[in-house]
């Protein structure tokens, strides 16, 4: 493959957005591995974390299909070694994909509600990137620096080292209620979808997305019914009015349980 | 992965002082201050980003103009008596959470500073840190000194209101130097440079507490101060030590008063104050259920704001 792009999805993301966004692509346009990176150095080792009762293992894959100019990557965050890792992925879809230009994938926590649209901001690591993007949903007038105590996220260095190398990249910022964060947010994998859909002329049909958004907002309809303190506080989002420390995490941790319950009928 | 220099200095014979954050960031407040003191000039710093995950992002515009690392600066001061290399790291290049260096990336930080500690011919390198203690905040912190060669031992015993391992009881001249600030000494040494590093005694109660505590960063300051033979202000860092006491004391005094009592005798431990005929001398069962009680008021009040 020689000039293709680069699209990565990390494993742990808010609304998980990464992973659901390449499992998409992976699934509808038939994209297979071709691809690992070994996660010793990478990841800690010692022994593995059960969630959900299963067992979990960091996985990073690249995948390719003979079909599309695109090289995907789902991977694990890695816990140390962050620059020659990102360097090593680089390197790889240089090497085997002549990449041209990378996107990164990631959710944004924001104070909204499931009922407005999801804005998707395009943040590029050049001026050429920038041209390249023009006439997309661009946030041209954002200014931003990480506030003391936090630390940028993985995507922001991933940029910034393709732009070291001289690839163009940009981020894919997409808005994720605060309350679907730790849940899938279908709406958000949507509107990144039908980013990459229109930028590279997949034809990936996005309907079964539309089925998954109505059947989760159809449960947080169900859930404000069944509590008047979700119903309130969400209500309260919806008209711009702010919520309390406690208020926050109380909501999100009670949409979470709830959904989490669903899980197998939103997908 | 290496150094960035931005200007060559010309300097004989320098000695170095190096630290890295630690337990009440006793050791950088110290020589951060010392720096500050005599206007040290930046001349180079350690590459961060093999070693470091970002500290900022800049977007300008919409878009990712560039991304900052915790910084590891070197400075220089040429002064009539001694000139000195100071090297003042952000954050210590710790791995998959862990809060100190260790392993490959510590080795590999710890001998850049001593490849710039060679390259400058450096006589002698200073590090420095926290020891925690079972002392009261209350007390003149005193400074244990460690030196990477036992020629050096004879020199160290005469520096003022300086122990070393073997004068703190049961530890037998035994102990250990969490990261950084205490593999550079080994690496130092295995290179054949001598050095030595301070360590500014710090409360047991304070050290789990995210405090600052400039009291003993004033110890260190005013033995590094006698060992290069240079007058240095003291009046910076005395006043930034009499608000964190005047802090610590408002902390100390919202402690309940049984953990109080305990943590009172630590005032009659050991060197600084004669122990009155109450409450009587502390005795070890005393010193272990002082400690338990800290860990258990700590261990509550987290609790109680999780």
Same mark, same amino acid.
């Given at each position: 493959m020689k000039g293709s792009s680069l699209i990565i999805g990390w494993t742990e993301d808010t609304g998980r957005l990464g992973a659901q966004s390449i499992d998409s692509l992976e699934r509808n346009l038939g994209f297979r591995t071709f691809a690992e990176i070994e996660p010793v150095g990478f990841f800690p080792l010692g022994g593995i974390t059960v969630e959900d009762d299963v067992a979990q293992f960091p996985v990073t894959r690249f995948l390719w299909s003979p079909d599309s100019k695109l090289l995907l990557l789902c991977s694990a965050s890695p816990k140390s070694e962050w620059y020659r890792f990102l360097n090593l992925l680089l390197d790889i879809a240089v090497r =085997?994909?002549?990449?041209?230009e990378v996107f990164t994938i990631g959710g944004m926590p924001a104070i909204?509600?499931?009922?407005v649209p999801r804005e998707v901001y395009l943040i590029p690591n050049s001026e050429g990137m920038e041209e390249s993007l023009?006439?997309?949903? *661009?946030?041209?007038?954002l200014n931003y620096e990480t506030p003391e105590g936090q630390r940028p996220t993985l995507n922001s260095f991933l940029l910034w080292v393709a732009k070291r190398r001289g690839i163009n990249g940009a981020g894919l910022w997409a808005s994720i209620p605060f309350y679907l964060g730790s849940v899938e947010d279908a709406a958000a994998c949507k509107r990144t979808l039908e980013f990459f859909n229109k930028r =590279?002329? *997949?034809?990936?049909?996005?309907g079964e997305l539309d089925e998954r958004i109505s059947r989760q907002n159809g449960l947080l309809s169900e859930l404000r019914k069944d509590s008047t303190k979700a119903d309130t506080c969400i209500q309260r989002v919806e008209s711009n009015l702010s919520l309390s420390d406690e208020e926050f995490e109380e909501l999100a941790v009670e949409v979470a349980e709830y959904l989490k319950g669903f899980d197998d009928d939103i997908r | 992965m290496g150094i960035k220099y931005f200007s060559e200095p010309s300097l004989r014979k320098p000695t170095m002082i190096a630290s890295w954050p630690g337990i009440g960031n006793i050791g950088v407040l110290a020589v951060d201050t010392f720096r500050q003191m005599v206007m040290a000039e930046a001349f180079a710093e350690i590459e961060p980003w093999d070693f470091f995950y970002p500290k900022q992002v800049i977007i300008r515009h919409g878009r990712l103009e560039d991304i900052t690392f915790p910084s590891n600066t070197f400075y220089f001061k040429k002064t009539a008596k001694k000139d000195l290399i100071f090297f003042v790291g952000e954050?210590?290049?710790? /791995? #998959? &959470?862990?809060e100190y260096a260790e392993g490959r990336k510590a080795y590999q930080v710890a001998e850049l500073v001593v490849e710039v500690a060679r390259k400058y011919d450096c006589e002698r390198i200073y590090t420095s840190g926290a020891a925690v203690a079972p002392?009261?905040?209350?007390a003149r912190p005193r400074v244990w000194a460690v030196p990477n060669?036992? +020629? #050096?031992l004879d020199e160290v015993k005469r520096y003022p209101n300086t122990i070393r391992?073997?004068?703190? /009881? /049961?530890r037998g001249g035994e102990g250990s130097i969490t990261g950084l600030n205490g593999l550079l000494l080994g690496v130092a040494r295995k290179h054949g440079l001598e050095a030595v590093c301070f360590m500014g005694e710090i409360p047991v109660y304070l050290? &789990?507490? +995210? #405090? +600052?505590?400039?009291k003993a960063s004033k110890s260190v300051l005013e033995v590094i101060g006698k060992v290069l033979g240079l007058s240095l202000m003291m009046e910076p860092i005395s006043r930034l030590a009499a608000r964190s006491e005047r802090e610590i004391e408002s902390l100390y005094n919202a402690f309940p008063p049984e953990i109080r009592d305990q943590l009172d005798k630590l005032k009659y431990l050991g060197h600084t104050t004669p122990a009155p005929s109450e409450p009587g001398p502390i005795t070890e069962d005393d010193k272990k259920q002082i400690l338990e009680e800290i860990d258990k008021f700590f261990k509550n009040k987290d609790d109680k704001e999780d």
């Open positions: =085997y994909g002549g990449i041209r909204v509600a499931h009922t023009q006439g997309n949903t *661009l946030s041209d007038d =590279y002329g *997949l034809g990936m049909d996005v | 954050e210590q290049p710790s /791995e #998959l &959470g862990r002392v009261h905040h209350t060669m036992a +020629s #050096l391992m073997s004068d703190v /009881e /049961e050290q &789990g507490l +995210s #405090l +600052s505590y400039p």
